[in-house]
């Protein structure tokens, strides 16, 4: 992936789309003093470069009954990290896989409706190949949950 160069009306364009991700273009292009065809150019250069991966809502998962959020840490054996990686990724609860350094080779964030989901989910980590070692972390608060950067 090549790198390219920002300017400040593509980091303008990052931060509205950040705000609201459903923003129309000409309101984008009228808060920005620019023409819709240069915020949609803009977006597609930024999208074909993969600094915009897509556009997502922010659900708020508790309302929708998964009230339970755990950090899971994962020990990994025989140099496997990005074939577990890139299993435990395609399990429906799992929200992020990280590749961290430290005790654990990963870190998962998941949400679940039980402790009984959350329990066979912990248990079918178990069963993967190269697996050693599982520990689990329970949210008891969000104070803060947001994957936005203030650019």
Known sequence: MSRIILDNKDYAI?????????????????????????????LEKLKKAGIVKGFQAMIDYEL???????????????GMIPQVEAEVSKKPNVLAVYDVTGEYDALL???????????????????IKYVERTNTYLVLNTVKENFSINL
Not at 27 to 39: C, D, N, P
Request: include cysteine.
């Open 109 to 127: 964030i998941c949400r679940f409706k039980s402790r009984m989901q959350m329990n066979d989910f912990i248990k079918s980590l178990l069963t």
């Open 14 to 42: 990052i931060k509205l789309i950040q705000a609201d991700a459903r923003m129309p273009f000409n309101e984008i292009a009228r808060k920005l003093k620019v023409s819709e065809g240069t915020v949609f150019n803009r």
């Open 64 to 78: 929708l009954g998964y009230e339970i959020t755990a950090i899971i840490g994962l020990r990994v054996g025989s």
